[in-house]
């Protein structure tokens, strides 16, 4: 079955950066798009980025210009560079997958790694 597993999160002091890393397993990971969102306490999940092949990104304004998200279709593995990071950027944060085309959205989900930004 399909597997999303996030990893690299942690506290960082405000003006650090972090990369996430998540790794895929059964499915073919090119033909997906991957997403990053975030949810923090008592909010709602909110869109981060999107990765829809190499070198094809999209980003919420909140993160733009800060994170920077890249694959390694070879290695089954999206990553979220996040630099400049705020207080406000705290929360868990997700990966998931849609395949292209499906129009199904996003099916398969990680579980989520926690980022703790300190002022």
């Known amino acids: 079955q399909v597997q999303l597993v996030e990893s690299g999160g942690g506290l960082v002091q405000a003006g650090g950066s972090l990369r996430l890393s998540c790794a895929a397993s059964?499915?073919?990971?090119?033909?997906?798009?991957m997403g990053w969102f975030r949810q923090a306490p008592g909010k709602e999940r909110e869109f981060v980025g999107i990765?829809?092949?190499?070198?094809?990104?999209y980003y919420a304004d909140s993160v733009k210009g800060r994170f920077t998200i890249s694959r390694n279709n070879a290695k089954n593995t999206v990553y979220l560079q996040m630099n400049s990071l705020k207080p406000e950027d705290t929360a868990v944060y997700f990966c998931?997958?849609?395949?292209?085309?499906?129009?199904?959205?996003?099916?398969?989900w990680g579980q989520g790694t926690q980022v703790t930004v300190s002022s």
């Open positions: 998931a997958a849609d395949r292209l085309g499906s129009g199904r959205g996003y099916e398969h």
């Open positions: 059964g499915l073919t990971f090119s033909n997906y798009a």
């Open positions: 990765s829809r092949g190499i070198g094809n990104t």
